[in-house]
């Protein structure tokens, strides 16, 4: 079982925010990276560190963390954004990498 | 631009063992670290392990020393060997470019390469 939990499954509709959330133990002490992926992809990273986004990443993807739980919040969600997110970060032990199950994003 | 470029065998019997290589072009082996992640179907990810050449690897502790990733920087490349596969071990497996890199005062870990995924079947 993996040490950063995720809901499944989140819906959003068109133009509105949505937040996915990621919780663990670690997270207390550790940033989570998230990575998006879309069917038959490699998944891609969209955010690391407490709110930085990679060169091409759209400003409507930010990032915040309170306690053991860390959030990817989307605001104003477009059609090409439906795909999994998946939260990344260290394990319990800080000597190994683990993700998050994963949620799937469907934009309505 | 760094890429990576993976290949090895697709099919496998139970007991054997999987071999995959991974790439580097664009960019060197120095200075990253090089893991492999897996994707069993309609899974999440899994991460495999990492190498680095200024430190000792690491590995996820569920594969039970099952796997061995190596790395020529000569030849710009990373392997993943990972013994005695059983049929939970099916898998998109993908090669994977970790960094550090120093934002807000602070140096932050992200996988920022990925390799196209190969995909294993035992």
């Known amino acids: 079982s993996s040490e950063l939990t995720q809901d499944p499954a989140v819906s959003v509709a068109l133009g509105q925010t949505v937040r996915i959330t990621c919780q663990g133990d670690?997270?207390?002490?550790?940033?989570a990276t998230w990575y998006q992926q879309k069917p038959g992809q490699a998944p891609s990273l969209v955010l690391y560190g407490k709110n930085s986004r990679p060169s091409g990443i759209p400003g409507r993807f930010s990032g915040s963390s309170s306690g053991n739980t860390a959030s990817l919040t989307i605001t104003g969600a477009q059609a090409g954004d439906e795909a999994d997110y998946f939260c990344?970060?260290?394990?319990?032990?800080?000597?190994?990498?683990?993700f998050g199950g994963g949620t799937k994003l469907t934009v309505l | 631009q760094v890429q990576l470029h993976q290949w090895g065998a697709g099919l496998l019997k139970p007991s054997e063992t999987l071999s995959l290589t991974c790439d580097v072009s664009g960019g060197s082996l120095s200075g990253y670290y090089w893991s492999w992640i897996r994707q069993s179907p309609g899974k999440g990810l899994e991460w495999i392990g990492e190498?680095?050449?200024?430190?000792?690897?690491r590995y996820n502790p569920s594969l039970k020393s099952r796997a061995t990733i190596s790395g020529d920087t000569s030849k710009n490349y990373f392997s993943l060997e990972l013994k005695s596969v059983t049929a939970a071990d099916t898998a998109v497996y993908y090669c994977v470019r970790g960094a550090f890199v120093w934002t807000d005062f602070y140096y932050y870990f992200h996988m920022d390469v990925w390799g196209q995924g190969s995909t294993v079947i035992v």
């Open positions: 190498i680095n050449h200024t430190i000792k690897n």
């Open positions: 990344n970060s260290r394990d319990s032990s800080g000597n190994h990498w683990v």
């Open positions: 670690s997270l207390r002490d550790y940033n």
